[in-house]
Nanobody
Framework: QVQLVESGGGLVQAGTSLRLSCAAS????????MGWFRQAPGKEREFVAA????????KYADSVKGRFTASKDNAKNTGYLQINSLKPEDTARYSCAAGVKFATEYTAYNYWGQGTQVTVSS
C-alpha cells in the first residue's frame, strides 16, 4: 500500500511557476510509475504527465509539453511536477497517482492522492 499527499498548489498569476510535490508513504513507491492528472470544474479528469519508476522516462500531454516537467526522487519518496509559464487554462485540481503501468489512462493507476488546487489568474 502506498499513500500519496500532494502539496504546492496555490493562487498564482499567469506566467509564473509552481512546483507540485507528491509525498509517498508506505511500501513500494520506488517501484511504481507515477502519473499526474488534473480536473477542472465541469470537465473530465485529464492526463498531464507521467514518469517511470526510476525517473528516466517521461511522457506529457500535448497541451503541457515544454512547460511541465515530471520527476521522481525515490530517495525522498517524492514525485514532482514543475509547472512553468502558467496559463489560466491550467487552473484545476492536480492529483498524483502511482501504479505498475507507465500510462496516460487514469484507470492504470492504483494509488491516488487527494489533490492540490492550482488557480491561475490572468
Amino acid at each position: 500500500q502506498v499513500q500519496l499527499v500532494e502539496s504546492g498548489g496555490g493562487l498564482v498569476q499567469a506566467g509564473t511557476s509552481l512546483r507540485l510535490s507528491c509525498a509517498a508513504s508506505g511500501h513500494g513507491f520506488d517501484l511504481y510509475h507515477m502519473g499526474w492528472f488534473r480536473q477542472a470544474p465541469g470537465k473530465e479528469r485529464e492526463f498531464v504527465a507521467a514518469v517511470t519508476w526510476d525517473g528516466q522516462s517521461t511522457k506529457y500531454a500535448d497541451s503541457v509539453k515544454g512547460r511541465f516537467t515530471a520527476s521522481k526522487d525515490n530517495a525522498k519518496n517524492t514525485g514532482y511536477l514543475q509547472i512553468n509559464s502558467l496559463k489560466p487554462e491550467d487552473t484545476a485540481r492536480y492529483s498524483c497517482a502511482a501504479g505498475v503501468k507507465f500510462a496516460t489512462e487514469y484507470t492504470a493507476y492504483n494509488y491516488w492522492g487527494q489533490g492540490t488546487q492550482v488557480t491561475v489568474s490572468s
